[in-house]
């Protein structure tokens, strides 16, 4: 399970929004991991994993409902390769603006775009981890795409 740390904690700070809140996350994840890994019956490890990460991230969520604290740009910023200043700053802020789309999409497509277009999972893995059909699974991420990108158009963003 070691290997998927990363995966892990990418999917438990986009899905709680707070770095301190996804290290707890994955902590208790992989202690449930651990605790229960005699009963894990499945051919893929990272699938069972993330599914049990998006358990404890929506336990969490749950208990820790009112409290939302907004994306942190100076923890998240991207760094850019670009040379000059202006172009630096145009970088900056289109990944700004990105990452605040991301933030505003609902939980439901928020976790399938993460699972999909950050951690590439498959259709059929994101449907094992997140227990629904995959049809389901395509709708949410088919809806997730239209919102970010009328999120970035209503920035000013291109496509």
């Known amino acids: 399970m070691v290997p998927h740390l990363d995966a892990a904690y990418n999917l438990a700070r986009w899905l709680t929004r707070r770095a301190d809140e996804a290290d707890e996350v994955v902590q208790e994840a992989y202690l449930r ?13 990272r699938v069972w994993l993330m599914a049990i990460v998006r358990n404890c991230c929506l336990s969490s969520y749950r208990r820790r409902k009112s409290d939302e604290v907004p994306f942190d740009e100076r923890s998240h910023g991207v760094e850019s390769g670009q040379s000059t200043p202006e172009n630096q700053l145009l970088k900056r802020a289109s990944a700004r603006s990105l990452h605040d789309c991301i933030e505003a999409l609902p939980l439901e497509y928020r976790e399938t775009l993460v699972m999909r277009e950050l951690e590439e999972f498959s259709y059929k893995r994101i449907a094992e981890v997140t227990a629904l059909p995959i049809g389901t699974v395509m709708s949410r991420l088919s809806r997730a795409r239209k919102r ?3 999120c970035m158009a209503a920035k000013g963003e291109k496509q």
Do not use: I, V
């Open 148 to 150: 970010l990108q009328d």
């Open 33 to 45: 991991a651990f605790r229960y890994f005699e009963s894990f019956t499945g051919s893929d490890g």
